[in-house]
């Protein structure tokens, strides 16, 4: 998948996924995942509620910035 200003070879997640935890969990478990650029948060939009960010704050904030902006998007039209 491209995202426009992503850095994208493929191995996103590979190089930068870290688990944090190794217990099983039902809710899942803990990773850290680096990206090189905030931009590159993007990718984790698909995931929806699926995973939570905890940080970094600009990592949080930039995530809902994009996720209003999709909404606002896809929000049904007063005309439609």
Do not use: C
Not at 39 to 59: K, M, Q, Y
């Amino acid at each position: 998948m491209k995202y426009p200003g992503v850095s994208n070879d493929g191995l996103m997640f590979a190089r930068g996924l870290a688990r944090d935890d190794d217990e099983e969990a039902a809710a899942g478990h803990k990773v850290t995942i680096r990206f090189l650029h905030l931009e590159d948060v993007r990718a984790l939009l698909p995931f929806g509620s699926a995973v939570t960010v905890h940080g970094p704050s600009e990592a949080r904030a930039h995530l809902s910035d994009l996720a209003a902006d999709l909404a606002h998007h896809y929000a049904v039209s007063p005309t439609s």
